[in-house]
């Protein structure tokens, strides 16, 4: 007797899409069987031609509570999550007051999450100057990893790390096999926004000023051992020196996300802040070889960097509003929209989405639909396409680059570990050995 079966004739799995039955038990993948097999089960759900996708895995997500749950908090953002398809979130250590900078900021998170979370919540650490000897605790306590910044992160209570300090950090992690998330931008390239529209932001923040951190990176990686995670690769010029780094062999990971796989600086719509982030979106072609990156693998995981905050903040202009998209709840449609444009079928998506983000994150469990583990499923019509409407989002604030846009895919269904993703959360915290 099974507790759910869940079929579809477009199963996707790490062997590829096929006729499948689901079978769930006690929460978890039991078995899977040829779609028309009968099966016992408290609940039959027959999908037909629709998609059945393991839940998403977005490891770059900003939840902002405790301290500015008015920005975003994990009852809105979970609950976006599971209606975008993501069933399992990992929250970067800023913009919440504390910082997730100490194990004490750490239990604060916690009690602050505690009973909101609509799916499974990992956390990572923070790398700030002066808490070299909170990374050992804070490792132990289950955080999956340690987010640092190159360059001025935004907030002042998040300081960026020199390169001697990064060398001290990589070398502490390398002890006991700790992982370094690394917003790479060069402060030395960066320059003051000279006006307040586009061009002039994405000037202040030029493509060589990722690439330098990189490089940096890059060599720290083989002076100490330390692996390292480059997150939200939006320039192309980076892709030479990853792809070196991987035949190497060195042990350098990197991400991208969906408004660098999707919007162009060409399409910006005059003083539509929305779409500020950093690094910045980049033009056309530079997409093209992004997707190229991805394609060949020299980018691994495609994953939101969901960085809300009040409208209030987004304005008057491009040099003053706060950077962030916020995307969680439509991360899925839009890289399909632009992926099935180009030829990928849903597995390269699940592998970008799902499967990739869980490994770099240690989540076992997580990432494929396979016998043991975690029954998180998701119901999905990829012929479904519709414009967006902001307001119809769970996001706390409806600023998103993507309104009005047509998006395919609809989500229909979100199961976390066998139970329907709705208005009780279920979610637990994913916190490692």
């Known amino acids: 007797m099974y507790d759910l079966v869940v079929r ?21 993948i039991a078995s899977l069987h040829d779609h028309a097999a009968p099966l016992d089960a408290a609940e039959d759900v027959d999908l037909r031609d629709l998609a059945l996708l393991p839940g998403l895995v977005d490891t770059h997500v900003h939840v902002n509570e405790p301290g500015r749950t008015h920005w975003e908090g994990f009852a809105t953002a979970t ?89 001290q950090v990589m070398t502490e992690l390398a002890g006991f096999g700790g992982l370094l998330v690394v917003h790479a931008e060069d402060p030395a390239l960066l320059t003051g926004c000279a006006g307040p529209g586009y061009a002039a932001f994405l000037d202040s923040r030029p493509e060589a000023a990722e690439r330098g951190a990189v490089e940096q990176i890059v060599r720290l990686t083989r002076e100490t051992g330390a692996r390292a995670h480059i ?43 929305a779409y500020k982030c950093c690094p910045p979106i980049r033009s056309a072609a530079n997409r093209d070889r992004l997707w190229d990156g991805l394609a060949r693998g020299v980018l691994d995981c495609v994953v939101t960097d969901h960085s809300p905050s009040t409208a209030d903040l987004k304005v008057p202009d491009f040099a003053a509003a706060w950077g962030g998209v916020s995307s969680l709840q439509l991360g899925l449609r839009a890289v399909w929209t ?73 989500v229909l269904t979100t199961w976390l570990r066998g139970r329907p993703a709705d208005d009780v959360p279920h979610g637990t915290f994913l916190l490692g050995a």
């Open 338 to 410: 632009e992926a099935s444009r180009r030829g990928h079928g849903l597995g390269d998506v699940v592998r970008w989405m799902s499967a990739a983000p869980a490994r770099l994150a240690g989540l076992r469990g997580k990432g494929g639909i396979e016998p043991g583990n975690d029954a998180d499923l998701v119901a999905f019509d990829p012929d479904s396409a519709e414009p967006v409407d902001a307001r119809r989002l769970h996001h706390k604030n409806p600023v998103t680059p993507y309104q009005g846009r047509r998006l395919r895919g609809a």
């Open 231 to 273: 997150l939200h690769v939006s320039g192309a010029g980076c892709l030479d020196v990853l792809e070196a780094a991987r035949a190497e062999g060195l042990p350098v990971t990197a991400e991208t996300c969906p408004h660098y796989l999707t919007l162009t600086a060409e399409d910006v719509p005059d003083g539509d802040t």
């Open 8 to 28: 579809s004739r477009r199963t996707v799995t790490p062997d590829g899409e096929r006729p499948l039955a689901v079978a769930v038990r006690d929460g978890r």
């Open 79 to 167: 609950r976006a999550a599971a209606a975008g398809g993501v069933t399992t979130i990992v929250d970067m250590p800023l913009n919440a007051l504390p910082p997730t900078v100490s194990v004490a900021a750490l239990e604060a998170k916690l009690a602050a999450a505690g009973g909101r979370c609509h799916v499974d919540v990992g956390f990572w650490g923070g790398a700030v100057p002066g808490n070299l000897k909170e990374l050992r605790p804070l490792h132990d306590r289950g955080v999956r990893g340690f987010k640092c910044f190159m360059s001025p992160s935004g907030v002042d209570e998040f300081p960026e790390l020199g390169l001697g300090e990064i060398r």
